[in-house]
């Protein structure tokens, strides 16, 4: 085991967290704000198609992934970003005692995503959401940098446990 098992997993997190907050500024500052409009565009009916399956839109989830519980309730970014934050508590200690670079990157980039989100809850109540990917008319719920981190990480784990081929029989 490396002499700083964390190195990885942080900087990964870290590079997740500064790359999803630069990519929100951009699309809620930049792009979806109308000129001259002063204050956080909670509704922007702006899409922009970039590709026959991709669009950038403008959405905002005071929900959990998919829009799960995305209603105006008061209390959800508080409690939220606390049970967010427990999480990422608990995969702290997973990521001290990781054992392979695959799963100090996967708990990073679950890491820094959710802290990503928890970021944007804190600033705006939601958290801005504007990838779009579609195909035959069908849209996913629309995503940023933060949940594709969370994904993949989510997706390397599964992966790391189906085909990693540890020793059973270790204590």
Excluded: C
């Excluded at 590709?51 to 409690?79: H, Q, T, Y």
């Excluded at 427990?86 to 001290?96: E, G, N």
């Excluded at 809850?121 to 981190?149: I, K, T």
């Amino acid at each position: 085991m490396p002499a700083n098992p964390f190195r990885l997993g942080l900087g990964i997190a870290g590079a997740v967290i500064a790359l999803d907050q630069l990519s929100k500024w951009w699309v809620v500052e930049k792009l979806m704000r109308p000129e001259g409009v002063e204050g956080i565009p909670f509704y922007t009916p702006i899409r922009l198609s970039l590709a026959p399956f991709f669009d950038l839109v403008m959405a905002w989830n005071r929900g959990v992934s998919f829009g799960i519980g995305n209603n105006a309730g008061e209390w959800n970014a508080l409690i939220l970003s606390g049970l967010a934050l427990v999480i990422v508590a608990f995969m702290l200690v997973w990521l001290r005692k990781a054992e392979t670079p695959l799963i100090r990157a996967a708990l990073g980039g679950i890491i820094g995503g959710a802290l990503g989100n928890v970021i944007d809850r804190v600033r705006f109540g939601a958290v801005a959401d504007f990838l779009d990917v579609h195909v035959a008319g069908y849209h996913w719920p629309a995503f940023n940098l933060a949940d594709s981190a969370i994904t993949v990480g989510a997706i390397f784990l599964v992966v790391d446990s189906l085909f990693a081929g540890r020793d059973s029989t270790k204590n």
